[in-house]
């Protein structure tokens, strides 16, 4: 059972280039969510899904764009980026919203630098 | 403001010895508090989970405890491993119906050495 898969893992940019973070769970969860980690500072959120269908702006949303594709993935797209995006990309996913017990599983992460 | 603020930044035992953690935040309301563990170059991984009314939980070697009155958390490791070297990162949440209501920590972060 893989559980979140994110590619690429590293990545190198240039100023202003655009790419596209994909994401996909593989246990049938509801909610996706995207976060950056930078150096000595929380998960923050960027984006993330309550459900297939819908979107919704995290604590930094400026400079992304999200697709919530299917159930099963969520793409998180740079569309120039900036050396200020250079950070640590995290995929999250949920069963259900509302469900107490239930944690996040996060993604192994992708390594963005911007140069 | 809703902050969650963790005690120390980082945290050095040896091998064998035991270490708490701490967590104390401001966020309101209060739905759940986690605590996640995340080993260099991946993604944190759930240790434990506590309600309202949980003051206590524990997950083999961790414990974690609640005081929602003082609204503060630790997390003890006993009889610590060298697989224990890692970030600790405590998770609160106002309202478990929205998925974007979450307020993360800085991390503390664990090394034991042996």
């Known amino acids: 059972n893989a559980g979140v898969t994110q590619t690429p893992k590293f990545q190198v940019l240039k100023t202003g280039q655009s790419m596209t973070l994909q994401c996909a769970q593989d246990?049938?969860?509801?909610?996706m969510y995207w976060y950056r980690q930078d150096p000595g500072m929380g998960l923050r959120l960027i984006y993330y899904?309550?459900?297939?269908?819908?979107?919704d702006k995290g604590e930094v949303p400026n400079g992304y764009n999200v697709s919530r594709l299917n159930k099963r993935e969520f793409s998180l797209r740079l569309e120039s980026a900036a050396p200020s995006q250079t950070s640590v990309y995290f995929c999250?996913?949920?069963?259900?919203?509302?469900?107490?017990?239930?944690?996040?599983?996060f993604g192994d992460g992708t390594r963005l630098s911007i140069l | 403001k809703n902050q969650v603020e963790q005690s120390p930044q980082s945290l050095i035992i040896l091998e064998g010895k035991n270490c708490t953690l701490q967590?104390?935040?401001?966020?309101?309301?209060?739905?759940?508090l986690r605590w996640y563990k995340q080993d260099t170059g991946r993604g944190p991984v759930s240790l434990t989970i506590m309600t309202f009314s949980e003051n206590t939980k524990s997950n083999g070697r961790y414990t974690a405890t609640l005081d929602a009155d003082t609204k503060q958390s630790s997390l003890h490791i006993t009889a610590s491993q060298l697989s224990d070297s890692a970030s600790y990162i405590c998770v609160v949440t106002r309202d478990n119906t929205n998925a974007g209501k979450s307020t993360f920590g800085d991390g503390t972060t664990l090394t034991v050495k042996p």
């Open positions: 899904s309550a459900s297939e269908g819908t979107t």
């Open positions: 999250a996913s949920r069963s259900e919203p509302g469900s107490r017990n239930q944690p996040q599983h």
């Open positions: 246990m049938n969860h509801n909610s």
């Open positions: 967590c104390n935040y401001t966020v309101s309301p209060f739905s759940n």
